[in-house]
């Protein structure tokens, strides 16, 4: 019996370390995932131009001083980096990390970076917004900026997350109008509007513009994703949500959803590592 019961513990206890370690592997190691946009508007010049997606870190750190994050995002050798929000947890602040990613981050490539909700509920984003751009990112707050690769060019967009606005609007109606007061400043010479947006539940709204492709993070993969099904919650998708995760199309745009890096209420990911999502522009002759 006194065996029986030694052997019990030991397969107990090295459960317990698979499981630990299965957690770890599943928050830490971090996966690229590549898509193509392919377009008749994308100039020839931009032909293969990269970019990388970062969203969701709620601060949380891969490595001394994000050397592993950096790491594989310098794999990659990006043309630009954009960040779709939540850098920091308003629960959890700590600008700290962030800071130090985003300091490396703009020695790899032009780095643009739009508000999630985590932002504004912190606080502490009017001090944050001068610190990112002291280290020389672009810190977009419904604008618009047109990224030039010799005499072409394509337009970038970036809106604020409606968490910005405490009045009794609902986030489609901020975010509408974020869009509308935007876009005017757009110039319409035939080349793509990549838009940066924090919630990708909104992509009907998106889809309403001449807006393609979209960038979009918050939901970070659904959290637990079962296999063949997806994932399971989203912030403001409720159970079983669509947008999570990878390519959508819907109308005449197209989004990408971000699983994101970090983790916020729920403190672990199940079958959703954290991503990199690297975008290839393709120019259809």
């Known amino acids: 019996m006194k065996k029986k019961s030694k052997k019990r513990w030991v397969f ?81 602040y700590n600008e700290g990390s962030s800071l130090v990613l985003m300091e490396k981050l703009v020695q790899i490539a032009p780095v643009y970076y739009i508000t999630g909700n985590h932002e504004w509920w912190s606080g502490k984003f009017n001090s944050l917004e001068g610190e990112l751009k002291n280290v020389g990112v672009h810190v977009m707050r419904n604008t618009v900026e047109e990224l030039n690769n010799g005499k072409e060019n394509i337009h970038l967009i970036g809106i604020d997350d409606p968490a910005n606005l405490t009045e009794s609007y609902t986030e489609q109606v901020i975010s509408e109008e974020a869009i509308r007061n935007t876009i005017k400043e757009v110039k319409d010479d035939g080349s793509i509007n990549i838009l940066l947006a924090h919630r990708p539940e909104l992509v009907s709204l998106y889809s309403k513009f001449t807006i393609d492709p979209v960038f979009s993070g918050h939901a970070h993969g659904g959290q637990f994703r079962i296999p063949f099904v997806g994932g399971l919650v989203a912030p403001n998708q409720g159970l079983f949500p669509e947008y999570t995760s990878g390519k959508h199309v819907v109308g005449l745009t197209t989004m990408i959803v971000s699983r994101g890096l970090g983790n916020s209420i729920i403190p672990i990911r199940i079958f959703n590592r954290p991503e990199i999502a690297v975008v290839t522009l393709k120019r259809i002759e």
């Open 12 to 92: 107990f206890f090295l459960g317990l370390i698979l499981l630990a370690y299965f957690f770890y592997f599943q928050n830490n190691l971090i996966v690229t995932t590549e898509y193509d946009f392919s377009s008749k508007k994308i100039p020839k010049s931009f032909g293969g131009y990269k970019i990388v997606q970062l969203s969701d870190l709620h601060s949380k750190s891969f490595g001394d001083n994000q050397n592993d994050l950096i790491e594989k995002v310098n794999k990659v050798n990006p043309n630009l980096i954009v960040f779709t929000g939540d850098l920091v947890d308003s629960e959890r």
